[in-house]
């Protein structure tokens, strides 16, 4: 088994950091530290991650539980309903 996953898949080191892209600071530093892994012949690539707001957060886990309401509980006792 763990010879299919090796094969199937690779395991990398990440670095992943938090800052604002706002803060000139913040961006100076990420420069700078992009420069080392340059100079140090490391590869690596630059991304953008989207991540939830706190709202964001509040208002999936809200919808989420509405939707298991309807799917597990409405929904079943109206057909339960209506079949009797």
């Given amino acids: 088994m763990k010879r299919l996953f090796n094969n199937l898949f690779k395991r990398h080191l990440t670095i992943k950091t938090k800052y604002n892209p706002k803060n000139p ?35 999936y886990f809200r919808y989420s539980l509405i939707t298991d309401i309807l799917i597990w ?12």
């Fill in 25 to 59: 600071q913040d961006v100076e530093a990420f420069e700078n530290a992009c420069k080392i892994l340059e100079d140090q012949g490391i590869e690596f690539k630059k991304g953008y991650e989207i991540v939830a707001t706190e709202l964001g957060k509040k208002i």
């Fill in 73 to 84: 509980i409405v929904i079943p006792l109206l057909t339960l309903i209506i079949l009797i």
